[in-house]
């Protein structure tokens, strides 16, 4: 098992930038591909972006595509998620995902361990 820890949110400007960090603990880090998905008050939850095992690729939502980067740090144990050019749209709480399988894409009910979630809002 795999536990993770989000941190690094809370309140930008439209415009500003904020990286979120997601620490885990427990099993090898590497054999894990890691995501984050994030849910907007009233709204169902979203894929923001997923990252394989070894940080080589990536998969975003079209909504954060050239703004949001993934990046892992395997020594670390940590997944990152760095956000530019924020827009009020983006407010959220955002959660760090992990599965052992190969599969990093958008489909939440396939990652086995969640974050508890860090909060993120942007202020138009």
């Known amino acids: 098992q795999v536990q993770l820890v989000e941190s690094g949110g809370g309140l930008v400007q439209a415009g500003g930038s904020l990286r979120l960090s997601c620490a885990a603990s427990?099993?090898?880090?590497?054999?894990?591909?890691m995501g984050w998905f994030r849910q907007a008050p009233g709204k169902e939850r979203e894929f923001v972006g997923g990252?394989?095992?070894?940080?080589?690729?990536?998969e975003y939502a079209d909504s954060v595509k050239g703004r949001f980067t993934i990046s892992r740090d395997n020594v670390q144990n940590t997944v990152y998620l760095q956000m530019n050019s924020l827009k009020p749209e983006d407010t959220a709480v955002y959660y760090c995902?992990?599965?052992?399988?190969?599969?990093?894409?958008?489909?939440?009910?396939?990652?086995?361990?969640w974050g508890q979630g860090t909060q993120v809002t942007v202020s138009s």
């Open positions: 990252i394989s095992q070894n940080g080589g690729s990536t």
């Open positions: 995902v992990a599965d052992e399988s190969d599969y990093y894409g958008d489909y939440a009910a396939l990652y086995d361990y």
């Open positions: 427990g099993r090898t880090f590497s054999v894990y591909v």
